[in-house]
């Protein structure tokens, strides 16, 4: 079935600092793709939806400046975490939609946790 | 009210039992995913239905459109299912997912 990765798996930072997590669709091109956010014991919240080669929707109460989303192509998209504070430390997943024919649907990436120091 | 609503919110059974889980929306939706999360937090997306029924290994996913109600069911269930199960609908007209707030599954050997 379709595939999407994302890099890192996890990762430690200090505050202040950016992190940029990458999200891939590896056998199919993704036309769009969700980034989602998850507190400990909370459902998924939707950040943003990014469409390949245009500005991506931010949902309301996210900030664009702080978390800079790009999607260069069809395969990849990026969040950047600009001047991560310990707040925003939570599990980051990323969603793809795409594939052909009946598999064309929503596909999820295996997240990415973030520990803001 | 959640316009997805899973029951139950937590769900603990003896291993090889039949384990249901159930979503109801109050939305007409084009879709209707069931998410699986392991303690580790990763998602696997198990079943994307729009109508009928779906079957892969021991899991088994059905929907009824009219009364906006989908089943997920674990024949002989097993400790590695132990994990959160979550539903999500696509509203018509709508490419984002509305989640549910997941059923927890504790398989006990």
């Known amino acids: 079935g379709a595939v999407v990765s994302q890099h890192p798996s996890w990762v430690i930072c200090k505050s202040g600092t950016s992190v940029k997590i990458e999200c891939r669709s590896l056998d199919f091109q993704a036309t769009t793709m969700f980034w989602y956010r998850q507190f400990p014991k909370q459902s998924l919240m939707l950040m943003a939806t990014s469409n390949e080669g245009s500005k991506a929707t931010y949902e309301q109460g996210v900030e664009k400046d702080k978390f800079l989303i790009n999607h260069a192509s069809l395969t990849l998209s990026t969040l950047t975490v600009t001047s991560a504070h310990p707040e925003d430390s939570s599990f980051y997943i990323c969603?793809?939609?795409?594939?052909?024919?009946?598999?064309?649907?929503?596909?999820f990436g295996p997240g990415t946790r973030l520990t803001v120091t | 009210k959640n316009e997805v609503e899973q029951s139950p919110q937590n769900l603990t059974a003896q291993e090889g039992e039949f384990i249901t889980i159930n979503c109801s929306y109050s939305v007409g939706i084009s879709a209707l995913h069931w998410l699986q999360q392991h303690p580790g937090g990763g998602i696997v997306s198990l079943f994307m239905l729009s109508s009928g029924k779906k079957k892969h290994g021991r899991l088994i996913a059905t929907i009824n459109i009219q009364e906006k109600h989908s089943s997920l069911h674990i024949t002989a269930s097993h400790p590695r299912d132990s994990a959160v199960y979550i539903c999500a609908v696509r509203p018509f007209g709508n490419e984002k997912l509305t989640f549910g707030t997941g059923t927890r599954l504790t398989i006990i050997p």
């Open positions: 969603s793809a939609i795409g594939g052909a024919g009946e598999h064309y649907e929503q596909y």
